[in-house]
């Protein structure tokens, strides 16, 4: 009986003597800036990049899909104003229009009674500052796509630097902990500049191929103004 005590004290002594195992739990914002001074940095550029890019994104989306939204009937409208003789009216509709296929219009309605050569020039110049509206700052968003993960790439050569710094200064006798922080700065640097990176290609592309679109759009109705002014009166 004594024996039984016994153990069961040894047991709980045991028990008491087990060190407590804390479980650390490591947030966003500590991932991200305990990379020392040199991640940091290259951390706070690539989110600077990271809101212009979204921005840039956001602002050219609302601005291109307000571009390409132009009312069925407009050309109908425009080709009865004309083929009436309506020159004015016809101008006036496309006035009260705000999108490039109607500037297009409006540029080679004012041009009717030229050559139709001249009326198509006119049309192609007008096109051209549409399509340099729609993208404006775009280009911005393919340079971030390529400058994010180079940014990144710094900032790994740069805790490589320091690590292997570490460790030609301390005699081989680097403390872990030193190491670890520039290791620490060549990984996050570069996962964040990738991330950054994809994100501003993705959505240089999206916005591509939705000015692409609206430039489409415009072409087809440059076309049919012309073969509206080419019918027989």
């Known amino acids: 009986m004594l024996n039984f005590f016994q153990q069961d004290g040894v047991a709980d002594a045991m028990q008491e003597a087990e ?12 991932l991200l800036f305990s990379g020392g001074l040199a991640g940091t940095v ?3 550029i690539l989110f600077i990049l990271l809101f212009v890019a979204v921005y840039i994104y ?14 069925k009937n407009f050309m109908l409208q425009i080709k009865d104003n004309v083929l009436n003789g309506n020159i004015e009216s016809a101008k006036m509709r496309c006035a009260q229009t705000d999108s490039p296929v109607a500037r297009l219009t409006e540029k080679g309605i004012s041009r009717i009674g030229s050559p139709l050569e001249d009326i198509n020039t006119a049309i192609e110049n007008a096109g051209r500052l549409e399509v340099y509206k729609l993208e ?13 993960p180079m940014i990144g790439f710094l900032g790994t050569v740069i805790g490589m630097v320091i690590a292997f710094h570490e460790l030609a200064t301390s005699s081989g006798q680097a403390q872990m902990g030193a190491l670890a ?3 620490y700065t060549a990984m ?18 999206h916005l591509v191929v939705k000015t692409d679109k609206v430039v489409h759009q415009m072409e087809a109705t440059a076309v049919d103004f012309l073969d509206l002014l080419n019918e027989p009166a």
Do not use: H
């Open 136 to 148: 404006k700052n775009v280009s911005i968003l393919a340079t971030i796509s390529g400058a994010a």
């Open 58 to 71: 956001f602002e050219r989306l609302f601005a291109i899909k307000s571009a390409s939204q132009v009312d």
């Open 19 to 30: 060190p407590v195992v804390e479980e650390k739990t490591l947030s966003l914002f500590d």
């Open 181 to 183: 922080e520039g290791i």
């Open 188 to 205: 996050t640097t570069t996962v964040a500049g990738l991330i950054v990176g994809i994100i501003a290609y993705i959505g240089y592309n």
């Open 42 to 44: 290259i951390i706070v």
